[in-house]
């Protein structure tokens, strides 16, 4: 069906199937594309979905986007992403972010308020790896840093402004 293409060409199934792959950048990449088009999408997802759900609970990102879709509500739930999508696959999410920081940064900027300090330091130190290309968003990350209460995220914080504004000082 054409209302079930992404505008990659890949099908919502093809995407839903990949958040189970075992490998981390595919998960990655299938959760990046179904969440790209907003709400708009979801009715479609809910329609793939349909009979599946057991086996995608079994994923952080599967859970997740279940979530999401059945609460029909995508800025209430953003939270629940952000923190589904750091669980446990933070290495592989910092090397997919590095090779490819434009797609990333307006998600990692929105970590940076989740409400889980673990996920907020990820973003800091994902933003870190990227170095010079995160320039854009340091107005963002030096707010976070000012009203971040936990002590190892405001540290990991700093640290990422003093390594980027070095980079882009560097460049």
């Not at 069906?1 to 990449?29: F, H």
């Not at 088009?37 to 994923?59: F, H, K, N």
């Amino acid at each position: 069906m054409a209302e079930n293409k992404l505008p990659s060409g890949r099908t919502i199934r093809e995407c839903i199937l990949q958040l189970s792959s075992p490998k981390g950048v595919q998960r990655l990449a299938a959760v990046t594309e179904l969440i790209a088009e907003g709400e708009a999408l979801l009715p479609a997802i809910v329609d793939e979905m349909q009979g599946e759900e057991s086996e995608l609970m079994r994923t952080p990102w599967g859970e997740a986007l279940l979530q999401i879709v059945y609460a029909q509500h995508w800025e209430a739930h953003r939270e629940l992403l952000q923190e589904a999508f750091f669980q446990g696959y933070a290495r592989v999410h910092r090397n997919h972010f590095e090779m490819r920081p434009g797609d990333s940064l307006g998600f990692l900027c929105m970590c940076l308020n989740a409400p889980e300090w673990k996920v907020r330091e990820e973003a800091a130190h994902t933003l870190m790896a990227i170095g010079a290309a995160a320039q854009a968003v340091l107005p963002q990350l030096h707010s976070a840093a000012e009203a971040e209460e936990h002590e190892e995220a405001k540290k990991t914080m700093q640290l990422a402004l003093s390594k980027i504004q070095a980079a882009c000082a560097g460049q």
